[in-house]
């Protein structure tokens, strides 16, 4: 969310921002409903203040003209709420703006890899894709999904289970234990408001699975990812100084209807409707969100490293970052099957763009109330880490050897093959 006096006092700013957004907005209508809004609220402050002054003088000569000045407040009120909305909904729909070092791009074609990690594997046989792996493996059962419930979605059956479980556990335990990391058990549904304090709603209204209750008059969504709730624990509250920074981690499904990946990733766990994740979120003093997105970025990476599977760290350029990030890095992971990186992990800062939305403050030094900086990032998809070690961990006779530092969650299997 932007705020319309920072608009306001630096327009010339704004709308080169705009132009790194590759964004054509009418700042114009921004400028006149604000305009209009301030008016309105200025005419209805004189009318109040009149009407006071009636009351105050206790002449009933000017009770009928307080009577007109009542009816003409009203009509202000509405017209000023009708502005004030529409104003809000149009600023609600503007993108954060990127940082000043964040790579000039229209698309991901213009996204800049910083660094490249780990030794990709070669193998003395073509390797298999992750669903060809598993369904050999008799663990990964797509059709019988399709048949319960539909496209997009999988039973993981036996050690593949166990191993995603294993994944979930090992990646809680680093964040927990060595990157400080506070955990959490969240719901896994988020109301109206919620939704709208991280930037899902309104935009990505369609991209979400809304739940229908008989006795709720509040709409309700499943999480499409834990930052969503996790971030929105800091709605409305107004923390001190030295409670910051706050770090939380928690292990969630989340869901996705993926209305815009129509014909992608069709095939296998890359790009399901429900998969699970583990995700941190830093709430931050404005001043730390550039340190905090390379500390954040670095946990993800750590556990990369650690499973020992090949990666690469890119930096989005503006016109591919997330709605409400202003700078992100993208973690993605070698897939051998597709002889090429995808996308793991995505650690963003937000600044103060969700903090706005959710009125998140803190104190600062000087004893000033000023808005949180908040971040988030996966650390990391648990779907696509499987995906991840099963092809890169596959042998030639179709078993998947298990990551070393994944074996004490495993019972000490050396590796899966089919049963």
């Given at each position: ?6 608009i306001?006092n630096?327009?010339g ?5 705009l ?5 054509t907005?009418d ?9 209009k ?6 005419q209805?402050?004189?009318?109040e203040k ?8 206790k ?7 307080s009577?007109?000045?009542?009816n003409?407040?009203e009509l202000?009120?509405?017209?000023q ?13 503007i993108p954060?703006m990127?940082?000043?070092d964040?790579?000039l791009?229209i698309n991901?074609?213009?996204?800049v890899?910083i ?7 070669i193998?003395d046989?073509i390797p298999k894709?992750?669903?060809e792996?598993g ?10 999904a399709t048949?319960?419930?539909g496209s997009?979605?999988v039973?993981?059956?036996?050690k593949?289970?166990?191993?995603e479980r294993a994944i979930?556990n ?5 964040h927990?234990?060595i990157?400080?990391?506070q955990?959490?058990?969240?719901p ?6 919620t939704?709208?304090?991280?930037g899902?709603?309104p935009k990505?209204e ?10 709720e ?7 499409p990812?834990?930052?969503v709730i996790?971030?929105?624990m800091?709605?409305?509250k107004?923390f001190?100084?030295?409670e910051?920074p706050?770090?939380l981690?928690a292990?969630?499904?989340c869901?996705?209807k993926?209305a815009g990946?129509?014909g992608?990733?069709t095939?296998?766990m890359i790009r399901?409707?429900?998969?699970y994740k ?8 404005i001043n ?7 500390r ?10 650690l499973?020992?599977?090949?990666y690469r760290?890119?930096m989005?350029?503006?016109?591919d970052l997330?709605?409400?990030a202003e700078?992100t890095?993208d973690?993605?992971v070698?897939l051998?099957?597709e002889?090429?990186?995808r ?7 937000c600044?103060a ?5 959710m009125?998140a ?9 000023v808005l949180l900086g908040?971040?988030?990032g996966?650390?990391?998809a ?9 092809e890169?961990?596959?042998q030639s006779?179709?078993s998947?050897?298990i990551p070393?530092?994944?074996k004490?969650?495993?019972g000490n299997?050396?590796?899966i093959?089919?049963?």
């Open positions: 969310m932007h705020n319309i006096k920072e306001r630096n327009l700013l704004f709308n080169e921002l132009k790194k957004r590759y964004l907005v700042v114009n209508i921004i400028l006149q409903l604000d305009k809004n301030r008016e309105l609220i200025q209805k402050e004189i009318l009149e009407k006071k002054d009636i009351s105050k003088s002449d009933k000569s000017l009770f009928e003209k009577k007109i000045i009542s003409r407040i202000i009120n509405k017209d709420l009708n502005a004030k909305i529409e104003l809000e909904k149009i600023l609600s729909s954060n990127p940082l000043e964040v790579p791009g991901e074609n213009f996204n890899e660094e490249k990690k780990g030794q990709i594997p193998f046989f894709s992750h669903y792996i369904e050999k493996l008799g663990m990964l059962d797509f059709d019988l048949k319960t419930t997009r979605f039973f993981v059956k036996d593949l289970s166990s191993l979930s090992f990646m809680l335990d680093t927990i234990n990157n400080g990391y955990e959490i058990s969240p896994l549904i988020a109301n109206e408001n939704m709208y304090g991280t899902q709603l990505f369609n991209d979400q699975f809304e739940i229908k209750l008989d006795t008059t509040d709409r309700k969504f499943l999480i990812t834990a930052e996790l971030t929105n800091a709605k409305d107004i001190k100084n030295k910051l706050i770090r981690v292990s969630t499904p869901f996705r993926e990946s129509y992608k990733d095939k296998g399901q409707h429900q998969f583990v995700e941190m979120v830093s709430l931050v003093e730390q969100c550039k340190s905090e997105l390379e954040m970025t670095n946990c993800a990476t750590k556990i990369l490293d499973l020992k599977l090949p760290k890119v989005l350029c503006s016109g997330g709605f409400s700078k890095y973690i993605e070698w051998p099957s002889k090429k990186f996308e793991i992990s995505s650690c963003s800062s600044g763009f969700q903090s706005r939305r009125k403050r803190y104190k600062n030094k000087d004893n000033e109330t908040t971040l988030n996966s650390g990391l648990i779907g696509r880490t499987l995906v991840a070690i099963l890169n961990y596959q006779d179709g998947v050897i070393d530092v994944l004490s969650y495993m299997l050396d590796k093959t089919k049963n």
